[in-house]
Nanobody
Framework: QVQLVESGGGLVQAGGSLRLSCAASERTFSNNPMAWFRQAPGKEREFVAAINWSASSTYYADSVKGRFTISRDNAKNTMYLQMNSLRPEDTAVYYC??????????????????WGQGTPVTVSS
């Protein structure tokens, strides 16, 4: 069973930065698309950013474009999300996701096979 473990969440003031990490337990996931989703209280889980296996293609939700950067290091089986210029509306639990098919902004959370346990991000105003 593939395990995805997130870290790096926390409390930050508006305008600040955080870097999330997601470590995969199996090397095979270095060959598969990965993504970040988030879920705010009372809301559905939503797409944030995705990256293909080679990191040659990245995708972002409109709400985070220009502020967040997704990347991966396949040698370390780790994916990252650099979050800058954070806003209170970015407050959510952030989840690492993976599946065998491409993940794009149109991918629904229900279509994702593998999830991490989530890491909370709180942005204070």
């Amino acid at each position: 069973q593939v395990q995805l473990v997130e870290s790096g969440g926390g409390l930050v003031q508006a305008g600040g930065s955080l870097r999330l990490s997601c470590a995969a337990s199996e090397r095979t996931f270095s060959n598969n698309p990965m993504a970040w989703f988030r879920q705010a209280p009372g809301k559905e889980r939503e797409f944030v950013a995705a990256i293909n296996w080679s990191a040659s293609s990245t995708y972002y939700a409109d709400s985070v474009k220009g502020r967040f950067t997704i990347s991966r290091d396949n040698a370390k089986n780790t994916m990252y999300l650099q979050m800058n210029s954070l806003r209170p509306e970015d407050t959510a639990v952030y989840y690492c996701a993976a599946r065998y098919r491409a993940i794009t902004p149109g991918t629904m959370a229900s279509d994702v096979r593998f999830w991490g346990q989530g890491t909370p991000v709180t942005v204070s105003s």
